[in-house]
């Protein structure tokens, strides 16, 4: 029997297939993100900003409840086998968004989408981690990251493109179709499952087990809770981003291709951003990391609503891409360093159910605010939940570093108790 070898260099052929099939599954939410709310407008003739936002409520939700799931499931049917399921409820998406005439059909698409997000997505983090073992987990988190998002960035410029060239439909969606085959036929064939890495490391792992994980990562746990604050109202205004920013670039006259460029610089900067700093992550405080990243996040969106011209906007999606990169790695770096291999994939199911609920509640939150005080009042207040998320880290969470420990990435874990008092290390 083969020995199981924890590290990046050990594993480097199944890590490498594993961020191929994560690009895959970021290209999926990238079909969506550029044009979906013009389609709302164009095709189906829908005005009210929470009308149009309903596609990313129910993704939200339902990714969120798949995630917590996915990792509930992981230890006893499997991460591969859950990697494949994602991908099978993923192929008929492309198909209904190309060709539907009812937007229930896209609510519908929007609901298998979620699931499919949340089973491969939640899946190949967990490998990954699994894999990398102890010291290169915000490396791991980074390289996973950088290839899920670079790849919404590249379909979401690239449908953009299409759209602006031959149509909102059906040509865009071409893209998705071969992605989700390509996600299939990798993750069935040529993915290996983790357990018996994750078996290695719990022999030899002296992390003291969760008492409750539901509610220990969810806000108990100082530093767990911390995180997954943060991580909710991340992608709250990633929600809103998502669903209002192509509807306030065509209202004030932009081009489909400038809106193209606009909405993919934010994701491309944060999943480009993310190989710098997710090997920060493993060097650094994570506190400071996860600060500083929403700080800018916040700083960003109160600015946007008062930019003007094309130059100004990319900045701006620059200056959030980079918050973003900051902070998206290093949630998952920091709950898998506060959990013992044993309760990671549930650790992180539940903290992953809670973030992508952000989805859902920002979409809701900026659609009922857009329709009755606009659209800026509405990034304004996401853009200061966002500053406020970041006080909480700030005041909340623990970081003990030495400048000595931090320069020569040697920093010590308390793992002196098993509740909420838990350090967080680099």
Known sequence: ???????????????????????????????????????????????????????????????????????????????????ILGWLVGVPVPLILMYTGSWNWIIAANVLLGVNQGLTWSST????????????????????????????????FATGWIASQYGLRPYPFIIGIVLSVLGLLGSWLLIKDTRGHVASESANNNMPLLRNIFWETTWKNKNLGSVTQAGLINNLNDGMAWGLFPIILAAKGFPTKDIAIITAVYPAVWGIGQLITGKLADR?????????????????????????????????????????????????????????????????????????SGYAIGAILTGVIADIFGTS???????????????????????????????????????????????VSS
């Not at 005005?47 to 006893?76: H, M, Q, R």
């Not at 490998?127 to 102890?134: A, F, H, T």
Request: overall charge positive; proline content about 2%.
């Open 284 to 356: 650094f405080c994570k506190k400071n990391m996860l600060y500083l990243g929403m700080l800018l996040q916040g700083l960003a969106l109160v600015f946007f609503v008062w930019a003007n011209n094309f130059l100004e906007y990319v900045i701006l999606a620059s200056i959030l891409g980079v918050g973003t990169a900051m902070v998206y790695p290093t949630f998952l770096a920091t709950i898998a360093e506060n959990t013992h291999p044993r309760d990671r994939a549930k650790s992180l199911g539940v903290f992953r159910l809670w973030r992508d």
């Open 377 to 423: 009042a509405s990034i304004v207040v996401i853009g200061l939940l966002t500053l406020f998320s970041a006080a909480i880290i700030f005041y909340r969470m623990k970081c003990k570093v030495s400048i000595p420990d931090k320069l020569f990435n040697k920093v010590p874990i308390d793992r002196s108790k098993s509740d909420s008092s838990v350090l």
């Open 1 to 83: 029997m083969t020995q199981v070898k924890l590290g990046l260099k050990e594993n480097w052929k199944q890590f490498t297939l594993l961020v191929i099939i994560n690009a895959f599954v970021g290209g999926m939410v990238g079909l969506e993100r550029s044009i979906l709310p013009q389609i709302a407008e164009a095709d189906f003739h829908i005005a009210a900003k929470t009308a149009i936002l309903s596609f990313i409520v129910v993704f939200g939700i339902t990714k969120a409840i798949t995630n917590y799931f996915t990792g509930s499931w992981a230890n006893k049917v499997g991460r591969k086998n859950l990697l």
């Open 125 to 156: 983090v967990v490998m990954k981690i699994d894999l990398v073992g102890e010291k290169q987990r915000g490396l791991a988190m980074g390289l996973n990251e950088f290839a899920g998002y670079i790849a919404v960035a590249i379909v979401a």
